[in-house]
C-alpha cells in the first residue's frame, strides 16, 4: 500500500500530542516506559474490556491471548497468539506505525494475495516494530533460541480501530509446529521498538534481540536495552504437549 509519510516534526507532534491525550484520560499511565506487565490472567478480561487501556508510552501492546496459566495448543503447536498493538491515532499515527494488512503463513499461504505477506522468523513486514519472544524458542536454522523475534510469523494482520486518537492493530499466529517445546512453561514477551532509525516509522525491530546483559536469558531488560517505544507485556503459560 502506499502511504504518506509525514515530516519529523509533525510526527513528533503526533507522538506528543497522543501521550498528553492518554495521560490526560487516565489521570496516570499504566506502565512507564520500559516497564514491564504482566496479563492479570482473568478470564474475565477481553479485548473489548480492554479497548480503552491506556499507556503513558507512544505505544502499547496488550495480550489478548494467550492468558496467564492457560494450557494452550495440541502436541506442541496450534497455540494462538491474539496481540492488540495501539499506535497514535490519525494519519500520521498510522504511517508511523508502520502497519499494512496481511493474511500470510508457510508454504501456499506465503505472500499470496488479497493481502500478501511474507512469513519467517524476524522482523514482520506488515508490522515492522513488533518484537515476539518466548522463553522456550528453539535453537536451530531459522531459529536462534529465546532471542529470535518471532513477528513475521504471524498470520493475520488488520486494522481494528482508526480515529483521531488511536491506531489500533490486531495481529494473529496460529503457531503450525512446535518450535517453542511442548509440555513445557513459557513466557511470551511482547514489545515494539523505538524509531530507532529517525525515519518516523517504527520499523526497526531485530531478527534477533542479543543478550545486552550477558544474563543468559534474553527478557524484558534486553528488549529494554534496544530501545522501545511500548511498555513490555509478558505472559507466563504452559504449551500443551498432548492432544
Ligand atoms: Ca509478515
Ligand atoms: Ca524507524
Ligand atoms: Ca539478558
Do not use: C
Not at 503513558?56 to 489478548?64: E, M
Not at 488488520?158 to 512453561?185: F, M
Request: aromatic fraction near 4%.
Amino acid at each position: 500500500m502506499s502511504v504518506r509519510r509525514p515530516t519529523t516534526t509533525a510526527l513528533r507532534v503526533g507522538l506528543a500530542a497522543a501521550v498528553v491525550l492518554t495521560t490526560a484520560a487516565t489521570g496516570a499511565g499504566l506502565a512507564a516506559a520500559g516497564g514491564t506487565t504482566d496479563s492479570t490472567g482473568s478470564k474475565s478480561d477481553s479485548a473489548s474490556e480492554n479497548r480503552d487501556q491506556q499507556s503513558d508510552t507512544p505505544v502499547s501492546v496488550q495480550i489478548v491471548s494467550p492468558h496467564r496459566g492457560d494450557n494452550a495448543g495440541i502436541g506442541g503447536a496450534a497455540w494462538i497468539v491474539d496481540l492488540a498493538v495501539r499506535y497514535p491515532g490519525g494519519p500520521a499515527g498510522r504511517t508511523a506505525s508502520g502497519f499494512s494488512p496481511q493474511l500470510t503463513g508457510p508454504a501456499l499461504h506465503n505472500n499470496t494475495p488479497p493481502f500478501p505477506g511474507t512469513f519467517s522468523t524476524g522482523r514482520d513486514d506488515r508490522l515492522p516494530g513488533l518484537v515476539v519472544l518466548t522463553s522456550t524458542t528453539k535453537t536451530g536454522a531459522p531459529f536462534s533460541g529465546p532471542g529470535t523475534n518471532l513477528a513475521n510469523l504471524f498470520n493475520v494482520t488488520g486494522l481494528a480501530n482508526s480515529t483521531d486518537s488511536v491506531t489500533e492493530i490486531r495481529d494473529n499466529w496460529i503457531v503450525g509446529a512446535a518450535i517453542a517445546g511442548k509440555d513445557v512453561t513459557t513466557v511470551l514477551t511482547v514489545a515494539v521498538v523505538a524509531d530507532l532509525n529517525g525515519n518516523g516509522i517504527y520499523d526497526d525491530a531485530p531478527a534477533v534481540v542479543p543478550d545486552a546483559n550477558g544474563d543468559g536469558r534474553i527478557d524484558a531488560t534486553d528488549l529494554e536495552a534496544l530501545g522501545l517505544a511500548s511498555q513490555v507485556q509478558t505472559v507466563t503459560f504452559r504449551i500443551n504437549g498432548g492432544a
